[in-house]
Nanobody
Framework: QVQLVESGGGLVQAGESLTLSCAASGSGFNFNTMAWYRRSPGNERELVAAITNVGRTNYADYVKGRFTISRDNAKKTVYLQMSSLKPEDTAVYYC??????????WGQGTQVTVSS
């Protein structure tokens, strides 16, 4: 069974940086795509960034140049480095593991609040 635990959320001011971590347990981490999603109040959950098992990355346009996704397969951990944060980045951020079988596992989410 896959479990994903996010950490690193918090309250920051606009322009500051924050790094989220997602620790995975269970098998198959090295073989699957990992991703960060977010959901802000009144909005649907949206993809922020993803990284494949071989390190290929994909970003939403609104975070390109500001956020960086990375993974440490030895630690079974995926990171999201966020810089130049804006109030509109305020959301609950979710870690996801997208398996080659088509199944997706989700973490419980971590709140990021950016004050202006």
């Amino acid at each position: 069974q896959v479990q994903l635990v996010e950490s690193g959320g918090g309250l920051v001011q606009a322009g500051e940086s924050l790094t989220l971590s997602c620790a995975a347990s269970g098998s198959g981490f090295n073989f699957n795509t990992m991703a960060w999603y977010r959901r802000s109040p009144g909005n649907e959950r949206e993809l922020v960034a993803a990284i494949t098992n071989v390190g290929r990355t994909n970003y939403a346009d609104y975070v390109k140049g500001r956020f960086t996704i990375s993974r440490d397969n030895a630690k079974k951990t995926v990171y999201l480095q966020m810089s130049s944060l804006k109030p509109e980045d305020t959301a609950v951020y979710y870690c996801a593991q997208i398996r080659f079988t088509g199944d997706t596992y989700w973490g419980q989410g971590t709140q990021v609040t950016v004050s202006s």
